[in-house]
């Protein structure tokens, strides 16, 4: 069994027993509990503004711009509108139910206070929804980093041509080359030059931001490489770049297999159907490896803090006792992580290598491929 088996493993396990244990400390204290499911959830999922710390009226919360086109009109406000989901806003609310996680615009034009378990007619959902939302500012923030890093990297290598790297660039250099020659000429041999600056892009984008998801505070925490719509983007972009390059021989190796009994092409075109299919499970592959392993190690990092508040609901002397090996086993996960935040960069480059240089009718070195 691998890590990434182990990792989702432990995630899935995490999550049965602080809901269990959660659903214990309801039961001993009903006015003020913590519950580690909304508390974990709220974290690895997108949200309309940036929380630093603190729970309900005393949280602390960066408000974002929420940005809307409803019925042809485009609607701005900040995210602190809506006092954290508990107030409507010209008639705009966070959705509840159904609707959870999206702006609804309720029958009137209602600003306040939402008064629980009161009913507010839904007019619609808003679709067109386009906010800067906590991915979204993450995203951004993590492009002016990554530019500020390499346009500094550029600048060293004009100031001081034909000499020893340092600072920055005897920290990017290494990487740099190590990928050239160990993962992208192996793959793509003379194709190497043209496809380097977009495997290089998605290996520093997708390092960065599993580094930055692994800071608790601002500007770190955000979830992004750990939200499946990100990941399938990025997916996306190897698929395309890998179906654009295939050359004459790639497809035909689809469509009449070599080195495959005929009676499994005709009459059923049975190897053609799976060397199809396999067109659309590789992105597939590459989007789920990363979400879920990215994923996975924050809620065992969160599961682990949480155990902190719910065994000290029980006892204050327990929660003491139980925060010691919680923060040893938090120090632990968080190491491994930053391991797995170059593991998870670097196989999805790689994978995206030998796809594009299967296309490109270039095959990895017998070493690489072992």
């Not at 008064?115 to 386009?130: S, T």
């Not at 194709?191 to 770190?220: C, E, H, Q, V």
Request: with cysteine; proline share 5%; hydrophobic share 50%.
């Amino acid at each position: 069994m691998n890590y990434r088996n182990i990792n989702l493993l432990l995630a899935g396990f995490f999550m049965a027993v602080l809901m269990a244990f959660s659903s214990v400390s309801l039961q001993a204290a009903e006015d003020e509990s913590f519950n580690a499911g909304p508390f974990i959830i709220e974290h690895i999922t997108d949200s309309y503004g940036w929380h630093i710390c603190g729970d309900g009226d005393k949280s602390v919360t960066i408000p974002l711009p929420v940005m809307l086109i409803d019925n042809g009109h485009f609607v701005a406000f900040m995210s602190n509108k809506f006092h954290h989901g508990e107030a409507a806003y010209k008639g705009y609310a966070m959705g509840w139910g159904d609707q959870k996680g999206s702006i609804v615009k309720l029958a009137d034009d209602y600003t306040g206070h939402l008064e629980e378990g009161a009913v507010y007619p839904v007019d619609h959902v808003c679709k067109y929804d386009i906010s800067i939302t906590k991915n979204v500012c993450a995203l951004i923030i993590s492009l002016i980093l990554i530019t500020w890093i390499f346009l500094s990297v550029a600048k060293q290598y004009k100031r001081r041509p034909d000499q020893a790297p340092k600072g920055l660039q005897a920290l990017v250099e290494p990487v740099i080359v190590f990928l050239q020659e160990e993962v992208i000429e192996p793959s793509l041999g003379k194709n190497a030059p043209k496809y380097t600056p977009f495997l290089l892009t998605l290996f520093f984008f997708i390092l960065f931001n599993n580094l930055m998801g692994l800071i608790p505070i601002f500007p770190g925490g955000a979830n992004l490489t750990g939200n499946i719509a990100v990941t399938g983007i990025l997916a996306l972009l190897t698929f395309f770049v890998t179906q654009f390059s295939g050359k004459k021989e790639y497809w035909k190796d689809i469509v009449n297999t070599p080195g495959v009994p005929w009676w499994l092409k005709v009459p059923l075109p049975i190897m053609p159907f799976v060397e199809i299919i396999g067109i659309f499970t590789k992105p597939f592959v590459l989007m789920v490896r990363l979400f879920a392993n990215i994923t996975a190690g924050h809620i065992i990092v969160l599961g682990f803090i949480s155990l902190i508040f719910i065994f000290g609901q029980m006892a204050p002397a327990l929660g003491y006792g139980v925060s010691v090996v919680s923060v040893f086993f938090y120090l632990f996960m968080s190491c491994l992580e930053l391991l797995v935040a170059f593991i998870q960069a670097f196989v999805f480059t790689l994978l995206s290598a030998i796809y594009i240089g299967m296309a490109c009718g270039e095959e990895e070195e017998p070493e690489l491929a072992e």
